[in-house]
């Protein structure tokens, strides 16, 4: 759902938002500006130190540095407080005009009714449940189990999937930290297994290369089988070690017991 469009201050002939912060009040611009000129003297407090460190003779160099870096610190809190204070004093003297306080009092009703109709966020999206993770995980490992060996590309299409392949992960990274011992080198091996599911149309490229080798081969080309062919066997190391990389990430993750 597309967000309505905020009301923009120029349409109500003023030159900022800020200008209706006071909702047309000359008197809360007047003290705000009050309290940006009190920030503004007391910027100069951070001088202080500087000046108290060049007084001692024995470390007058490092007091001179120190008065120097909070100078020019205390230099900037002190112009942008004055700035404001002189912007909040401008914009006091304006809202004593009734046209332009009236435009102020629209514009910030105007944005009262844009935040009020405003659609209601997205919530954001429920953890998966150990619950829902195993049911996940174990649909997962079924689906594994009946498709049979490992096939010659070394990879499978993404679609046998019966879930996404994120969500899969997920699970397996919720139900890790409460798996036993005794079934944890299945649980990882199985994990691990993710790596060899690639997208479908990465799977049809590399199954193509395969077959094409294959006949090669079959023809009275031995050479030109696929395990000789470098793309298909430098494809197989990748899929190893992206294999090894679940692995790892799984044990460490089963390695994290629940505590309490």
């Not at 009040?25 to 500006?33: I, K, V």
């Not at 940006?36 to 951070?46: C, D, G, M, R, T």
């Not at 407080?81 to 304006?94: D, N, Y």
């Amino acid at each position: 759902m597309n967000r309505p469009t905020p009301p923009r201050a120029r349409d109500f002939g003023l030159a900022s938002e800020w200008d209706a912060a006071g909702n047309g009040d000359p008197a809360y611009h007047r003290d705000e500006a009050q309290e940006s000129f009190k920030s503004a003297a007391l910027s100069l407090v951070f001088l202080v130190p500087g000046l108290i460190l060049t007084s001692f003779p024995s470390i007058r160099l490092w007091g001179i540095l120190a008065l120097v870096v909070l100078g020019l610190f205390g230099a900037f809190m002190f112009v942008n407080m004055v700035g404001i204070g002189m912007a909040e004093v401008r914009r006091s003297k304006m809202m004593r005009d009734p046209a332009i306080a009236e435009a102020a009092r629209r514009y910030h009703e105007a944005i009262v009714r844009w935040k009020r109709d405003l659609p209601p966020e997205s919530p954001p999206p429920e953890a998966m449940s150990v619950e829902q993770a195993r049911d996940i995980m174990e649909e997962y490992t079924r689906q594994v189990a009946g498709a049979g060996p490992l096939p010659s590309p070394v990879c499978r299409p993404v679609s046998q999937l019966p879930y996404p392949k994120d969500v899969i992960r997920e699970a397996f990274l919720v139900v890790a930290p409460y798996v036993s011992d005794d079934v944890e080198v299945e649980f990882r091996a199985s994990y691990a297994q993710l790596a060899y599911f690639v997208p479908d149309e990465e799977f049809a490229r590399v199954d193509e290369a395969f077959r094409q080798a294959d006949e090669r081969a079959k023809s009275g080309d031995p050479s030109a089988g696929p395990e000789f062919v470098p793309q298909l066997h430098q494809y197989a190391l990748e899929r190893d070690a992206e294999w090894q990389t679940l692995l790892k990430e799984i044990h460490a993750a089963a390695s994290r017991r629940r505590r309490g």
